[in-house]
């Protein structure tokens, strides 16, 4: 399964190499919505702050929705899920490297935002306390994103799967995505708000309850996704 799993994750990372889709479009459309997102609350700039964790994370979603339709597009292409079902592959393997390719294309995509939240709204984490607390924080925001894009990753997966062989997949991908992973934005939102308080390294461990939501939901949708995507690769 492991071996099946990286050469899905290989074929579908070196497709997006080639193709460069995921730096020359989908980022460019996150930065921009963070744009717009700057202009709407620039008069107000202690909103746009306090928002930040919320705005970053809506972002993230919205580019999440059109990593997955590309990950399953080139499937769609030349027959390609025919050739994935008839390859003899592990169902779950395939899985596995689909959400696996989409994780790290969606982790990608969250450090240039970083950066674009950074230079745009000028939001930095601000530590007022020992050396340590800031170690805490940096942990705390990665432990976020990783267990946030897992989730991510795992359901765009699985429900890629579901809508990828239907003519309106454009369309219902986003409704059945977006109202799944509300979770995945709250938790992750809550998250970060406790890591970018000014006195994060007091209110740090507020974060890690959420990390904890995040994790189980992530678990959740992998295990599903382990179990049916064999099911829906051949019936969608």
């Not at 919205?62 to 292409?77: G, K, S």
């Not at 607390?133 to 946030?148: C, E, F, P």
Request: charged share 15%; hydrophobic share 55%; glycine share 12%.
């Amino acid at each position: 399964m492991l071996r099946d799993a990286a050469l899905v994750a290989a074929k579908d990372l070196r497709i997006e190499w080639r193709s460069r889709v995921t730096t020359n479009q989908v980022l460019p459309f996150a930065v921009l919505v963070l744009v717009l997102f700057g202009f709407a609350l620039e008069p107000d700039r202690g909103t746009l702050r306090t928002a930040t964790p919320g705005l970053f994370w809506i972002a993230v979603l919205y580019t999440a929705v059109l990593a997955v339709q590309r990950c399953f597009a080139v499937e769609v292409a030349d027959s390609g899920r025919d050739g994935l079902r008839l390859s003899g592959l592990d169902p779950a393997g395939i899985f596995l490297g689909k959400a696996g390719a989409l994780a790290l294309q969606l982790l990608a995509l969250e450090a240039a935002l970083g950066v674009g939240v950074v230079i745009l709204y000028g939001r930095t984490t601000d530590v007022h306390a020992e050396h340590a607390s800031g170690v805490v924080v940096a942990v705390l925001l990665l432990a976020t994103a990783l267990t946030a894009t897992a989730g991510l990753a795992a359901t765009g997966a699985l429900y890629g799967a579901l809508s990828a062989g239907l003519r309106v997949r454009d369309t219902l991908l986003p409704l059945l995505f977006l109202p799944t992973v509300s979770p995945v934005l709250i938790g992750a939102t809550k998250a970060f708000e406790a890591a970018l308080r000014p006195t994060a390294g007091t209110h740090v461990r507020e974060g890690w309850p959420w990390v904890g939501l995040l994790g189980g939901f992530a678990l959740l949708y992998g295990a599903l996704g382990l179990l049916a995507f064999g099911t829906l690769l051949e019936e969608a």
